[in-house]
């Protein structure tokens, strides 16, 4: 059973999620600013950063020109924080975000994947979803059990 957690409007007024929307701007895969719905996986290990922006199937990354999106990491705990994210959940929550983003290119090392031939940690090219203005966030989760 899922529960849903508060939901934080623009305009600082805060509403039921049971009956509160967000109206749906699929993603656009371009690096102009854009207004979009998408869902990031906060907590996730490995990569380039610990909370990529998901696919439709919400397993794994989005990929742009073949290469994963991340969201801005310095912007993870301000979503949670808007969000209300529980201190404990059981499983991985899911986190909706409304807000306008620019897709950014930007080449990392990534320590979770071997190093190269010369020992070296891997370069990985990636984009990450800069946040330029937080909308709304509407985080579901199950509670942890006492």
Request: hydrophobic share 30%.
């Amino acid at each position: 059973m899922w529960f849903f957690a508060n939901e934080y409007l623009g305009n600082g007024n805060r509403a039921l999620t049971n009956s509160a929307q967000i109206e749906h701007k699929a993603l656009v895969l371009t690096e102009e600013p854009q207004d979009a719905v998408f869902y990031i996986g906060p907590g996730w290990t490995g990569g380039m950063g610990s909370a990529p922006v998901l696919d439709a199937s919400g397993d794994r990354p989005q990929q742009y020109n073949g290469n994963p999106i991340f969201f801005d990491e310095s912007k993870v705990d301000e979503v949670l924080k808007r969000g209300k994210m529980p201190a404990c959940v059981t499983g991985q929550a899911e986190v909706k975000v409304e807000a306008n983003i620019t897709l950014s290119p930007k080449t990392g090392k990534n320590y979770s994947i071997p190093p190269d031939s010369n020992g070296r940690p891997t370069e990985q090219h990636y984009y990450e979803a800069t946040l330029n203005r937080l909308d709304n966030v509407v985080i579901t989760y199950e509670p942890c059990q006492d």
